[in-house]
């Protein structure tokens, strides 16, 4: 997840563009992903099969239309007239054609907005969401990603089969949730008309910011979760070098024992796969502590904020 500059020099994290159902088919969450912003926004309804067909093809229609004027200011004979005649179907045949074509890529326009707009309650935008929202998104999102993207995971270390499962679920309710607060939050007056008004958006606000609150202790714990996996994989990539290192151990022991052959070149052989015996045993540590994480993060029954 990479980061931007605010104009007071604060980092602040990249909101999700799109952020997914996991139940949404894949072939819709493609379309969403390559549609541009302005499609999502937009409704079927303002695509009509007809209007504007010839826009795509008015230099085309143009040069026929010329065509068709210069053939029939031509001088007149019975030996011309039939060119003549059958100019002119063929010019209305290609208009044709072409009418047809932007009728049908008018039609499969309007289908695929029809599918995104169908599948609206599905998929979350950066857009819906207020700055605090959006930035726990963020957090949120970054730490699943870390999660997934670890050796220990892709290694099966770790439950990869839980992972890849309940992450992508735990985003999905959170972002869910933030859109639900945000949409509250934006629906607030901006100004209260009295006292009774006031009291009453102080109310409103204490409620949406326990919300928030919720919400944001399961980010922390998603957080505290990619810690100990990161954790984890920083042990394991120092015991796959330790046992690289010592992989050839009877190698350096032949070695220093054909040309020093004492006991202290044998102690040293041994102390470094004392070294790489102790790492193993803190590696096991650091993967129990992840796991011991995972409980905390990802229930086996997820619950919405």
Known sequence: ???????????????????????????????????EPRELRRSPEDITPWKGIFAPVRKETGVVGLAWLLIWSAPQSEAFAPYQWTSLGVGGGLVMIWAAGSVLERRSERERLRRMRDARSQYVMDTDLSEDAGQLLARASTAANAVLRSAVHKQDLIDRQRNEVALPQQEWEIAETLREYSRLVKAAPVKAEGAKVTALLDSRDRALQASLEGIARR?????????????????????????????????????????????????EIEGMTGEAAAVA???????????????????TRTTAA
């Open 1 to 35: 997840m990479t980061t931007k500059k605010q104009d007071d020099g604060k980092s602040k994290l990249v909101v999700p563009r799109l952020t997914f159902d996991p139940a949404l088919p894949q072939d819709l969450r493609d379309m969403l992903r390559s549609a």
């Open 219 to 267: 980010v922390v714990a998603l957080e505290g979760y990619a810690d100990q996996v990161a954790e984890a994989d920083r042990q394991y990539r120092e015991l796959q070098q330790i046992q690289a290192l010592t992989a050839g151990g009877s190698d350096v022991l032949d070695l220093l024992a054909r040309t020093a052959r004492d006991d202290l070149a044998v102690a």
């Open 281 to 299: 045993d803190a590696f096991t540590t650091a993967l129990e502590s992840a796991k011991e994480a995972a409980v905390i993060a990802l229930p």
